[in-house]
């Protein structure tokens, strides 16, 4: 979305540099000299293979593909080579329950066909992890994303970086060892550089405040509601007549987790939102928010999890006021060696995209549903200490049901990744691999 939707942009840049600076600062000098600070570096250099970048419909059903311009040559498949450098760091802070944590990640990506698409990777992240006693804890995040647009139906063929914002605190009150409060404030921004999607830049302010009791056995319930404000600033008076120019939600939910052995563990999350339109208010609605977890750890070596949902999300389509999904989900992680591991999964999606009435015609009736599979493996080898090939893929095939038109997309990337790390672990405490973007992990809502 647009950079100069500057409300978001100067909010997220300068809180998130202003928090990252300011605790460096300050508290940096306060950590122990006991205290061990942990460290993270990895270079990773990759080369993909992508059948669909703009994701193209069938050639036998485009009516939307563009016409290439003289000088442009549209091509379905593609090959693409990237470099990533990752770093982050643990620095403990007063005490061992207070601690900071930085991380981050550069990234080039050169298409060889598609040359206009090539573009950096930018994403980084603070954690203020923090405690006052036995009774008070909390957490305060920023964060920053610059990535490529994901492209939806081949309508689009330019390239576009989306800028996302974030910014959260939350407070824990722990009552009793069975009963605590928690309060949540967050801020998240997201702006296009292409004047086409600068509609869908949006700045959203959410609160939440929930009470969660602990069984014994480590199983737990929250009960709690959520109230969020979107509002979208660089729409014209046809976007706001066909998309309207802000909402407010309210949710009121439960959060279940059952443990139900050492092996096995369940979650749930049960939530009814209200969801009220600024100007057109007879577009008012109540959604659903389901979504259920269950994993099991086979062995050892093998955990298997299986979830679904009921739940609604937004797509840059102009004809689409939201969409509803259903879906399931099956991953596996078999971990076989030390030095070897192993992920599969499939996702199997129903979505009713609800279209804007004016232009309802697009389709027969007033949605438009369609249905995806999509099917992800990956795996990895440390040949040497810190060294490792991966291997990461998916097929994925969408179909509207409306006109029978199919989308089919087929990735598979091939990577040599390096990683030092001062501490054992230090890489899965910092989180580093949800910089990766994980194709055969990736939950396809786009």
Not at 157 to 174: C, G, L, P, Y
Not at 353 to 376: C, F, M, Q
């Amino acid at each position: 979305m647009r950079n100069k939707a500057s409300g978001i942009s100067r909010f997220s840049t300068r809180s998130g540099s202003w928090l990252v600076l300011g605790l460096l600062t300050v508290i940096t000098p306060s950590v122990h000299a006991a205290d061990t600070v942990e460290l993270v570096l990895q270079l990773e250099t990759s080369l993909t293979s992508d059948s669909n970048p703009f994701r193209f419909y069938e050639q036998t059903a485009q009516p939307d593909r563009p016409e290439p311009a003289p000088d442009k040559q549209f091509r379905n498949r593609d090959s693409i080579t990237g470099t990533d450098i990752r770093a982050g760091a643990i620095i403990p802070i007063l005490s061992d329950r207070t601690r900071l944590i930085l991380t981050g990640s550069l990234g080039k990506r050169h298409y060889k066909n598609y040359k206009d698409l090539d573009h950096k990777l930018i994403a980084a992240d603070a954690t203020l992890d923090w405690a006052a006693g036995k009774i008070v804890n909390g957490q305060v995040t920023a964060g920053k994303e610059d990535r490529l647009f994901q492209y939806i139906n081949g309508s689009l063929t330019e390239k576009d970086i989306s800028h996302q914002k974030r910014a959260a605190a939350n407070v824990n009150f722990k009552l009793t060892d069975e009963w605590s409060l928690n309060a949540r404030v967050d801020r998240a921004g997201l702006n296009y550089d292409l004047p086409l999607n600068q509609l869908y830049n949006f700045d959203e302010r959410g609160r939440q405040l929930s009470g969660r009791y602990y069984s014994p056995t480590g199983s737990s319930v929250e009960i709690g509601t959520r109230m969020s404000e979107t509002s979208f600033p660089d729409r014209n008076e046809q976007d706001i007549a066909d998309l309207d120019k802000a909402y407010k939600e309210s949710e009121v939910f439960i959060d279940t987790e059952w443990r139900y052995s050492s092996k096995s563990v369940t979650s749930a999350h049960l939530g009814v939102i209200k969801r009220q339109y600024d100007v057109l208010t007879e577009r008012n609605t109540n959604l659903s928010n389901i979504l259920w977890r269950g994993t099991y750890h086979y062995s050892p070596k093998l955990r298997l999890d299986l979830q679904l949902w009921d739940r609604p999300f937004t797509i840059v389509d102009r004809t689409v006021v939201y969409v509803l999904s259903k879906a399931m989900r099956f991953d596996a992680q078999w971990k076989y060696s030390d030095k070897s591991q192993m992920n599969f999964s499939t996702l199997l999606q129903n979505s009713d995209n609800v279209l804007v009435p004016r232009l309802a015609s697009l389709a027969d009736g007033t949605s438009r549903k369609e249905k995806l599979l999509r099917i992800g493996l990956g795996g990895g080898y440390e040949f040497e200490r810190g060294f490792r090939l991966v291997l990461d893929s998916f097929y994925e095939k969408v179909q509207r049901e409306s006109d029978g038109v199919n989308l089919k997309q087929a990735v598979i990337k091939l990577g040599l990744e390096y990683t030092y790390e001062n501490l054992p672990g230090s890489n899965s405490r910092m989180g580093m691999k949800r910089y990766q973007h994980s194709l055969s992990a990736s939950d396809s809502l786009r």
